[in-house]
């Protein structure tokens, strides 16, 4: 096949204005051509509204009112932009505006824009799941857009013109079977930004690498090669050294006290730490040197538990290869028997299906299954609730091998640090769960985690009488 001649030709464009609303002008236009995965002519321009800008604009764009007066009117550009864009399709962040004021502007001079449209906020919701926010800016320091000066045209269209090439570099890098997928729902994704799909099919490989497995129509992310873990230095800067961090002295001092408390008899040890020295490094690596025990940290909230193991955690499994499980309730994750069957359902809410799609490409990059890796999955909490876990695994499921919540629980029990939240930790303590056995704990924000166990004390003896020990000893440690 000749996959030259399936290229398409995209233009993608970015315009400043004098507003958001009905009765918006342009004041600058920003066009990128692209074709074949490469930028081939560029085209700019400022535009003369006959009219002055407010504050918010002028601060907004960096646009002046003298630097308009000179500018050409719209009238003059047109036929140069109709021709530079009428034969491709229409691309931008968030289309609907740029391309409904551009036509606009065109349609009043005698020009019909009529161009097939490709919104690329969505595909970027798409094909990089994970991301915290879709802005412009956002993406560019993300995917490294080089926007250099945000909010001027072409400098915008530039850095979308390379997000689109980022957006069909990830998808020639998924199997023919994963974008097969994909394009059932695809006629779901806003106006025709299916065509960037389209267009990549013939580019796409058969062959399936190692790192995935087919399951039941599902392409999964193979499990993690557990690798050995390297024993830490005694020496606490030396740690610290190995890590790529610098020396700090609170933090040494912190450390250091941690390590004369493992020497002492006393089982249960309070230590104040001020806020900022660094003391998740400063107790977990003396923890790690000095004793072969097995370590349980639980933090306050769920958003401290992920940012350790995004933090410290993960720089802990990269230069010491300490193997880390961070657990919390099985609803976070996704129950793949549950998700597998809405695949099977036709489903009219457009939203849910480009959800799906969300979920077909992220079950390709995670291995932990961890829904809350989907920042964006509040938008439509119906239907995570719908897929997510409650805890029960059934040997007759489908996945029962790729089980995520089983495969997490397994790795807990052997694993050298957990990581969880007080909520979570109170209520398996409470239960007595065999996971919580055995393990020197760390209570991060003792006093937070105090508050929190005199609610559940009431309806569990045992733990009645472990907060009054805490209690006393923490009572002692102020005194």
């Not at 690498?209 to 087919?214: D, H």
């Not at 996971?435 to 020197?440: E, F, N, S, T, W």
Request: proline share 3%; with cysteine.
């Amino acid at each position: 096949m000749d996959i030259t001649s399936t290229s398409n030709r995209y233009a993608v464009v970015d315009l400043e204005a004098t507003g958001t609303g009905i009765d918006a002008k342009i004041i600058q236009i920003g066009i990128v051509i692209v074709e074949n995965r490469e930028i081939v002519e560029t085209y700019s321009t400022d535009i003369n509204p006959y009219e002055l800008l407010d504050d918010h604009i002028k601060n907004l764009t960096g646009i002046t009112d003298q630097q308009l007066a000179i500018a050409p009117d719209f009238g003059q550009v047109a036929g140069q932009i109709y021709e530079l864009i009428s034969d491709a399709i229409f691309v931008a962040h968030n289309v609907k505006f740029d391309a409904n004021l551009l036509a606009e502007a065109l349609f009043f001079e005698g020009y019909d824009l009529l161009s097939p449209r490709v919104d690329t906020v969505e595909l970027s919701q798409l094909f990089f799941p994970t991301f915290d926010k879709y802005s412009l800016g956002n993406l560019a320091e993300y995917l490294d857009l080089g926007l250099e000066q945000a909010h001027t045209a072409i400098s915008d269209a530039l850095a979308t013109a390379r997000l689109l090439i980022k957006i069909q570099e990830k998808i020639k890098s998924l199997p023919t079977f994963m974008v097969e997928n994909l394009l059932l729902l695809a006629d779901q994704l806003l106006f025709e930004s299916r065509l960037v799909i389209d267009e990549m099919v013939p580019y796409l490989s058969d062959n399936l690498s190692e790192s995935f497995e087919v399951v039941h129509g599902l392409l999964l992310k193979r499990p993690l090669e557990t690798k050995q873990a390297y024993h830490l230095s005694e020496d606490f800067l030396t740690n610290i050294a190995l890590l790529g961090l610098h020396e700090r002295k609170n933090q040494t001092a912190f450390a250091t006290v941690v390590e004369k408390r493992l020497d002492d008899q006393e089982s249960v040890h309070f230590i104040q730490a001020q806020a900022g020295l660094g003391k998740t490094y400063g107790y977990l690596l003396p923890l790690l040197a000095k004793t072969d025990q097995p370590l349980l940290v639980t933090v306050p909230t769920k958003l401290l538990q992920e940012q350790i193991i995004e933090n410290e955690g993960c720089k802990l499994q990269e230069i010491f290869h300490i193997p880390i499980v961070s657990i919390k309730s099985p609803k976070h994750f996704i129950d793949l028997d549950k998700f597998w069957k809405t695949l099977q359902k036709k489903e009219s809410n457009r939203l849910v299906n480009l959800f799906k799609m969300q979920v077909l490409v992220w079950l390709t990059e995670t291995h932990s299954g961890d829904l809350d890796e989907l920042k964006q999955k509040q938008r439509y909490q119906a239907y995570f609730d719908e897929i997510s876990h409650d805890g029960t695994i059934d040997s007759e499921s489908l996945f029962w091998e790729w089980d995520f919540w089983r495969r997490l629980n397994q790795q807990a029990q052997s694993c050298r640090l957990l990581i969880t939240n007080h909520a979570y930790f109170l209520h398996h303590l409470k239960d007595q769960d065999p996971l919580m056995a055995h393990r020197i704990v760390v209570i991060d924000e003792a006093q937070k985690f105090l508050l929190a166990a005199e609610n559940l004390a009431t309806d569990s003896q045992e733990l009645g009488v472990t907060l009054q020990l805490l209690q006393s000893k923490k009572d002692k440690a102020d005194s």
